[in-house]
């Protein structure tokens, strides 16, 4: 068994999941949320491309919302900063998320400058949960006013600290987080009040039958997705903020109150799957 199997074994045969037929109340919406299955900790979402980790034989439990329809890993989002650094976000990160240093950044910074062209040299932009930065990096080598943070990465920094931004995005960043509430807060905060949120996330809407949900490549344990999203749950995250928010396509989506001029593009052509 390796060390991290050995670890993981200790840590929950200390308690750390509990009886599968309990109740947790919903990090989004407060409602009752039950017992929805499990998968093998090692499991990755390099497992959509034929690559395997061996089985920790550590399960870990998600439980789904009954209102909202949120999907979440109770005990995970328990764990410290340490915690997840140890068993997350450690050396072997890269195995299951190769794309993360340079691949996901190139792409996203190119869909950026394509998105919004000269108008992103003239605004302020955040690079939410930017992790080691790469992505605010390339856009500032393009003349972008970038800035990045991450609350995990940056850990001697607050986000009042930051001031406030006219376009966030957060690649990546929604299905990591322990707390949806506190994020899609703190973003808010960022934010001015005519500014732009660009995020990235997979929504499980549409996924058949619990058994095949959590065969679903995207309920990866090992790369931290602890926080699966339906549209319902976006919608009340939404309201809490006094947001709107549409699907711009698959697992891409923004939030706005007020439209600002140089993102008016963006939400120019009717989407059948507008949020609230």
Known sequence: MSLLSSLLTQYFRKGAVGGTHRQEPCPVCGASSSSYGAVDFNKSCEELRGKFLPPSNVSIAYYQCKDCGFCFAPEIAKWSLAEFEERIYNKDYVLVD????EARPQSNAGSLMSMFGNQGL???????????????QLLGQQ???????????????????LGQFDLITAFEVFEHVPNPKELVREVSSLLVPDGFVLF?????????????????????????????????????????NDFQWRSLADGLHCMWRSVPEWAAHMLSAKNPADGY
């Open 98 to 101: 190769p794309d993360y240093a």
């Open 122 to 136: 003239s605004i302020r932009h955040l690079d939410y949960g930017g992790g080691n930065g790469r992505l605010s």
């Open 143 to 161: 003349g972008w006013n970038s800035s990045s943070y991450d609350p995990f990465v940056d850990r001697s920094m607050r986000a009042e600290q």
């Open 200 to 240: 990235s996330t997979v929504l499980s809407d549409g996924i058949p039958g619990s058994y095949e949900r959590l065969k679903w490549w995207y309920a990866s344990p090992r790369n931290g997705h602890i926080s699966l999203f339906s549209r319902q749950s976006l919608n009340v995250l939404a309201r809490e």
